[in-house]
């Protein structure tokens, strides 16, 4: 059974920085992209950011580029997304989710976390 557990939301002033990871297990992720995801009060949920688990390849929703990073640490079955210079706008419920890249690639995910809280206020 696949798991996916986020940790690392918190509440952080605009400008500053969290991590996410997000822990997976349950199967092998070879062929597989792991994607984080957000949701805000009374918005849809939306893209983010999505790694390949194997060659690494990275991509970002025009809105965090720059500022947030995703990476991987295949020995701890670990995704990361490193979020800098965050704004207000930043603010919602961040998701990581797993698929086959064929499926990540159309927007859809197979496996879902609980979320994690991420709240940027003054």
């Known amino acids: 059974q696949v798991q996916l557990v986020e940790s690392g939301g918190g509440l952080v002033q605009p400008g500053g920085s969290l991590r996410l990871s997000c822990a997976a297990s349950?199967?092998?992720?070879?062929?597989?992209?792991m994607g984080w995801l957000r949701q805000a009060p009374g918005k849809e949920r939306e893209f983010v950011a999505r790694v390949t688990w194997s060659g690494g390849i990275t991509y970002y929703t025009d809105s965090v580029k720059g500022r947030f990073t995703i990476s991987r640490d295949n020995a701890k079955n670990t995704v990361y997304l490193q979020m800098n210079s965050l704004k207000p706008e930043d603010t919602a419920v961040y998701y990581c989710?797993?698929?086959?890249?064929?499926?990540?690639?159309?927007?859809?995910?197979?496996?879902w976390g609980q979320g994690t809280q991420v709240t940027v206020s003054s």
């Open positions: 989710a797993a698929a086959p890249t064929i499926v990540a690639i159309a927007g859809r995910y197979n496996y």
């Open positions: 349950g199967r092998t992720f070879d062929n597989y992209s």
